[in-house]
């Protein structure tokens, strides 16, 4: 059970700055999006710190407490991130709702609840609401929500993406973009980049760029991945296979083909792990034949080996659309990391 927060050295009741947010979305790319503008509204970039606890963590952590009530020694603005806040129990809200009457104010409680939503309704518990610092969110429009990337929200997803990135987007490549991308912000997130890059000087997409976009779910890169993952001394022929598909890819005239269809399936993959490492095996849909195994990968892995497989995905993507490394450099370097990420000698968990 959590212990009530620890009293701060200032006096209690003075008043906080950036008050409390709840978001409320089954994305974690979406979530990160969100936390990232509600930390751009309290500073420049590299002057915000951001904490992440877990709701799910048993006992409830305690580091939390002190970071919600101490006033920061230089006055950093941090954002206090809970994640995964709908699996807490009502007395840790009753303990949340005392906290924040205490809360320094050099930092913006943030609560996620990330459940799937049911027949259109989010997965807010039954006794939140009548909590103050839910009716207090409510009345002071704190409180952000959003389903995921579904087929009624990703037309907007497309447009927002369209319109920051001053592409032109007609309605036939719309529909074909639609059909196309896959219901995970990170990966279509990722894709959403390539068609950036193959738009141009031009900005414009159009409907034949959808066939650029990777196919999500079950592919041939399965294989590829368990290739990665496997001892050069017990599987000497999963290896070379991987890297005589790396060496053939160089050698073509598109040579960025395969590297973004591998980041678009990582990016996939990594979110099916995540979900099969947290216990929630029915909400991941592959082939059941193939589930057993990147089970045992997302274990060996576990939350920080997943966390540092989309961090490398990322940066390659980055790496590349901002012609700072050339496609095939980065495939190879890609691949190699994530391959010494995934041995069973590695599990890829830091310190």
């Known amino acids: 059970m959590a212990s009530p927060p620890a009293r701060p050295t200032q006096a209690p009741g003075r008043s906080t700055r950036?008050?409390?947010?709840?978001?409320?979305?089954?994305d974690a790319e979406l979530l990160r999006r969100q936390m990232t503008k509600l930390a751009a509204g309290m500073g420049p970039v590299d002057?915000?710190?951001?904490?992440?606890?877990?709701?799910?963590?048993?006992?409830?952590?305690?580091?939390?407490?002190?970071?919600?009530?101490?006033?920061?020694?230089?006055?950093?603005?941090?954002?206090?991130?809970?994640?995964?806040?709908?699996?807490?129990?009502?007395?840790?809200?009753?303990?949340?709702?005392?906290?924040?009457?205490?809360?320094?104010?050099?930092?913006?409680?943030?609560?996620?609840?990330?459940?799937?939503?049911?027949?259109?309704?989010?997965?807010?518990?039954?006794?939140?609401?009548?909590?103050?610092?839910?009716?207090?969110?409510?009345?002071?429009?704190?409180?952000?929500?959003?389903?995921?990337?579904?087929?009624?929200?990703?037309?907007?997803?497309?447009?927002?993406?369209?319109?920051?990135?001053?592409?032109?987007?007609?309605?036939?490549?719309?529909r074909a973009l639609l059909d196309a991308l896959p219901h995970d912000a990170l990966a279509a997130g990722l894709e959403l980049d390539k068609l950036e890059l193959a738009a141009g000087d031009a900005k414009r997409v159009t409907a034949d760029m959808a066939e650029l976009i990777a196919p999500h779910g079950d592919m041939d890169f399965f294989d590829f991945m368990r290739g990665l993952a496997a001892r050069p001394e017990s599987d000497p022929e999963a290896v070379r296979g991987v890297w005589a598909r790396v060496l053939d890819d160089q050698l073509r005239p598109s040579g960025d083909k395969i590297l973004f269809q591998l980041l678009?399936?990582?990016?996939?993959?990594?979110?099916?792990?995540?979900?099969?490492?947290?216990?929630?095996?029915?909400?991941?849909?592959?082939?059941?034949?193939?589930?057993?195994?990147?089970?045992?990968?997302?274990?060996?892995?576990?939350?920080?080996?997943?966390?540092?497989?989309?961090?490398?995905?990322?940066?390659?993507?980055?790496?590349?659309?901002?012609?700072?490394?050339?496609?095939?450099?980065?495939?190879?370097s890609y691949v190699a990391q994530l391959s010494t990420l995934l041995q069973p000698s590695q599990p890829g968990r830091p310190a």
């Open 264 to 332: 678009g399936y990582v990016a996939w993959q990594a979110r099916q792990m995540w979900m099969l490492c947290e216990g929630e095996e029915h909400k991941v849909r592959m082939n059941p034949r193939d589930k057993p195994a990147l089970t045992r990968m997302a274990k060996q892995l576990g939350r920080a080996g997943i966390a540092r497989i989309i961090e490398l995905t990322l940066d390659a993507n980055l790496g590349v659309i901002s012609g700072a490394r050339r496609p095939d450099d980065t495939l190879e």
């Open 18 to 26: 950036w008050g409390h947010r709840f978001l409320i979305c089954p």
């Open 47 to 174: 002057t915000v710190a951001r904490k992440v606890f877990w709701g799910d963590d048993e006992p409830f952590p305690q580091g939390f407490w002190p970071e919600l009530t101490t006033q920061n020694l230089f006055s950093t603005p941090t954002v206090l991130v809970l994640r995964r806040a709908e699996m807490l129990k009502a007395e840790v809200w009753d303990r949340l709702d005392e906290g924040l009457r205490l809360q320094a104010s050099t930092v913006l409680p943030v609560f996620c609840l990330e459940g799937r939503w049911k027949d259109g309704k989010p997965p807010v518990p039954v006794f939140l609401p009548k909590r103050k610092l839910w009716q207090t969110a409510e009345e002071r429009a704190w409180v952000w929500q959003s389903s995921g990337l579904t087929e009624a929200t990703l037309p907007k997803f497309l447009d927002a993406w369209a319109k920051e990135k001053a592409l032109d987007l007609d309605s036939q490549a719309k």
